[in-house]
Structure formats: structure tokens, C-alpha cells
């Protein structure tokens, strides 16, 4: 998905398990610590990182699992 702001262009990542997106790259562990890794860094991002970092374990999990789900889509 694309979004165009007055400050950029944000493209968003394909989350649906694409051969070379985050699910196919990434097991359930690797995609929970990255959301820890990312609400850590000091940045501008309209990604809610803190938010979701506050989420159990379990939660993102069962995030990755549902992703994990859907029928790959590809990135238009």
C-alpha cells in the first residue's frame, strides 16, 4: 500500500506470505523480537512500534500465525 503525505510517499510492506516478504523471511520469534527491536529506536514512524511492543509474546504470535494464513498477495 502506498500513502502519500505532504512530507513523503510510505510504502508499506507486503504482510501477506509473499516468497520475499517479512513472513516467509522471519519466523514467529524473529517477528516478535522485531517488534521489541523497533519500539526501541528512536524514530518518526506512523507504525504504532510502542504500541504493539506492548503486546504479549503470545499476542504477536498469534499476529504472525493469523498472517501466516492469508493467500499470498503480490506487491502491485
Known amino acids: 500500500m502506498k500513502m502519500v503525505e505532504s512530507?513523503?510517499?510510505?510504502?508499506?510492506?507486503?504482510?501477506?506470505?509473499?516468497?520475499?516478504?517479512?513472513?516467509?523471511?522471519?519466523?514467529?520469534?524473529?517477528?516478535?523480537?522485531?517488534?521489541r527491536m523497533r519500539a526501541q529506536l528512536p524514530m518518526q514512524s506512523p507504525m504504532p512500534w510502542v504500541a504493539f511492543a506492548r503486546m504479549t509474546d503470545d499476542d504477536l504470535g498469534a499476529i504472525y500465525r493469523y498472517l501466516k494464513t492469508l493467500p499470498p498477495l503480490p506487491t502491485p
Open 7 to 35: 512530507d513523503g510517499t510510505l510504502v508499506t510492506p507486503n504482510l501477506t506470505p509473499v516468497a520475499d516478504g517479512i513472513v516467509r523471511r522471519l519466523d514467529e520469534q524473529q517477528f516478535v523480537e522485531r517488534f
